[in-house]
Structures are given as structure tokens and as C-alpha cells.
């Protein structure tokens, strides 16, 4: 199983981008795809997912900025970031699970991870 995650960089604040994770070994129409980041000294935060029913959920410090999807044909998921802030800035991973809806979501109980892509937004 392997999740790349790709898309990261350097935006200036107000600014946008859109990161992307690329599955194989999994596909995403069974399993949850999430994102988490992790700022310098900081732990693993979740940010937004979307399971294998499309349902999504979003961390509350990103909803209405952050949208995810997916492409099945493709077999990827997307997080598109809007207006981002310098407190956006952190390494972006996501990471796969198959948790039943209402289960606690955090970095402890993914089943597999991405390499980490940097976001940094300047002020």
C-alpha cells in the first residue's frame, strides 16, 4: 500500500492550493481517506476526510476554507485549501482507515500513511 501525497508549497496568505493523495494497494471506494497535518512542536491534527460512502468531515478550523474529494478514477483524493493563513502552515499528511462512521478519528488509528507534503503561507 502506498499514499502519495502531493502539491504542497509555498503560498502567500489569502492564497490557495490544493494538495493531492494518490492511493494504490487501497482503493479509495473502500477506504477512508483523511488528512492531518503537524506544525513544528506541535502534534498530528486531523483536518478533513472523506470515507468510502463519500461522507466528509471537516476539522472545525478549517470548514468553509478546506473542501475534499475524491476521483475514483484516478483513485485519489483531493484537498483543496482556500485562504489559507500563516496557522495553515505544517506538513499535510493523509492516511487511510477503514473506522466505522462515529469512531474517534486521530493520528493513532490510521492503517497507513502518506510521506508528508509542506505548506507554508507567508503573511
Known amino acids: 500500500v502506498q499514499l502519495q501525497a502531493s502539491g504542497g508549497g509555498l503560498v502567500q496568505a489569502g492564497g490557495s492550493l490544493r494538495l493531492s493523495c494518490s492511493a494504490s494497494?487501497?482503493?479509495?471506494?473502500?477506504?477512508?481517506i483523511r488528512w492531518f497535518r503537524q506544525a513544528q512542536g506541535t502534534e498530528r491534527e486531523f483536518v478533513a476526510g472523506?470515507?468510502?460512502?463519500?461522507?466528509?468531515s471537516y476539522a472545525d478550523f478549517v470548514k468553509g476554507r478546506f473542501t475534499i474529494s475524491r476521483d475514483v478514477a484516478k483513485n485519489t483524493a483531493y484537498l483543496q485549501m482556500d485562504s489559507l493563513t500563516s496557522e495553515d502552515t505544517a506538513v499535510y499528511y493523509c492516511?487511510?482507515?477503514?473506522?466505522?462512521?462515529?469512531?474517534?478519528?486521530?493520528?493513532?488509528?490510521?492503517?497507513?500513511w502518506g510521506e508528508g507534503t509542506q505548506v507554508t503561507v507567508s503573511s
Open positions: 492516511a487511510a482507515d477503514r473506522l466505522i462512521s462515529g469512531a474517534t478519528i486521530n493520528h493513532e488509528v490510521m492503517d497507513y
Open positions: 494497494g487501497i482503493t479509495v471506494t473502500h477506504y477512508n
Open positions: 472523506i470515507r468510502w460512502t463519500r461522507a466528509t
